[in-house]
T-cell receptor, first 116, second 111 residues
């Protein structure tokens, strides 16, 4: 089956620093990936759609200058949380669309970000 | 993206009992999916039901879909303590758009 990885799985950083999270489709190409955020005891909320070779589209209320998305290749999308603050602490999950699997989405295992 | 609703928000049952969770959504869909998430972990895909299907089984799981009512249910039979987790429904509006997640049901199965 299609596999999506995320790195790192867990990161702790100081307030004001930037953190980069990688999302990779390991055995398929994904022109489209999605980034979700999940706060404790809440559901997943879509942050942005990442399209290979073009700018990401952001959901309302998500700052594009704070959450930088780069989808430079067909197997890699990165999310950079710039100048992180404690309120950015969350579980970040990506998914990748597989055209070979009827456009099903496959989720990464998530990245737990803690900002001190 | 607007979330659907799930009920109950929390459910506590004894091991061996059946657990039923319901999901309602707002827009037309291509398919509906159910996921499980253990505390602090990633999502585990359980089952996908397409808009032209009414019922689907997978092991101890049974999913129904009623597109006229825009609702779905997930039944877990003969529950086990290991089934303790949060369960989310997610709708796929058109096949290449992001999934829209429900708010989830926290299931506790007591041994």
């Amino acid at each position: 089956g299609a596999v999506v990885s995320q790195h790192p799985s867990r990161v702790i950083c100081k307030s004001g620093t930037s953190v980069k999270i990688e999302c990779r489709s390991l055995d398929f190409q994904a022109t489209t990936m999605f980034w979700y955020r999940q706060f404790p005891k809440q559901s997943l909320m879509l942050m942005a759609t990442s399209n290979e070779g073009s700018k990401a589209t952001y959901e309302q209320g998500v700052e594009k200058d704070k959450f930088l998305i780069n989808h430079a290749s067909l197997t890699l999308s990165t999310l950079t949380v710039t100048s992180a603050h404690p309120e950015d602490s969350s579980f970040y999950i990506c998914s990748a669309l597989s055209s070979l699997n009827n456009n099903e989405q496959f989720f990464g295992p998530g990245t737990r970000l803690t900002v001190l | 993206s607007q979330q659907g609703e799930e009920d109950p928000q929390a459910l506590s049952i004894q091991e061996g009992e059946n657990a039923t969770m319901n999901c309602s959504y707002k827009t037309s869909i291509n398919n509906l999916q159910w996921y499980r998430q253990n505390s602090g972990r990633g999502l585990v895909h359980l089952i996908l039901i397409r808009s032209n299907e009414r019922e689907k089984h997978s092991g101890r799981l049974r999913v129904t879909l009623d597109t006229s009512k825009k609702s779905s249910s997930l039944l877990i039979t003969a529950s086990r303590a290991a089934d303790t987790a949060s369960y989310f429904c997610a709708t796929d509006p058109s096949g290449n758009t992001p999934l829209v997640f429900g708010k989830g049901t926290r299931l506790s199965v007591i041994a």
